[in-house]
């Protein structure tokens, strides 16, 4: 028991550190540095279960880079994970359309399908909004 709590009161430290290398980085004007330390601590903090804190960092990365689209899906899964399935449905709905708009569509219907067998789905599925994608142009 000594032995897991030194690692993690070493892991609690090197998380802190992370942070303040994000939160330097950001105030330096390094957003792409700020992002990376913050998504490995939001990563951490998921695995260990604390969503909320997760959540709240990836946020914030997202301030930093809307374009990195695939962490939209991320807090889709956070957000059921939790139970806030509105909040689950609103991210899911953000990272399909930005997927569908990046031209990734299989990314777009396998994310969907992924949402599908956990019971989130959307009022219309990726495959309808594909078909009617040419109708709209002309």
């Known amino acids: 028991p000594a032995k897991l709590l ?3 009161e070493k892991d ?3 998380l802190r550190r992370l942070l303040k290398l994000g939160e330097f980085s950001q105030r330096r004007g ?10 490995h601590v ?4 998921a695995d260990d279960g604390f969503f909320l804190k997760a959540i709240a960092l990836t946020k914030q990365v997202l ?10 899906a991320t807090l889709a899964e956070w957000h059921h994970t939790i139970g806030l399935l509105g909040e689950a449905r609103g ?3 953000t990272a399909i359309s930005s997927l569908l ?9 396998a994310l969907e399908a992924r949402f599908l067998a956990l019971g989130i789905s959307r009022s219309r599925s990726v495959v309808d909004e594909l ?8």
């Open 6 to 8: 030194a690692m993690s």
């Open 91 to 93: 991210y899911l709905a």
């Open 131 to 138: 078909l009617q994608a040419p109708k709209a142009r002309a």
């Open 63 to 72: 301030k930093l880079n809307p374009r990195l689209i695939d962490l939209y």
């Open 12 to 14: 609690d430290d090197e």
């Open 42 to 45: 939001a990563q951490r903090y």
């Open 30 to 39: 390094d957003s792409a540095a700020a992002a990376a330390a913050f998504r």
């Open 101 to 109: 708009e990046a031209g990734r569509h299989a990314d777009a219907i």
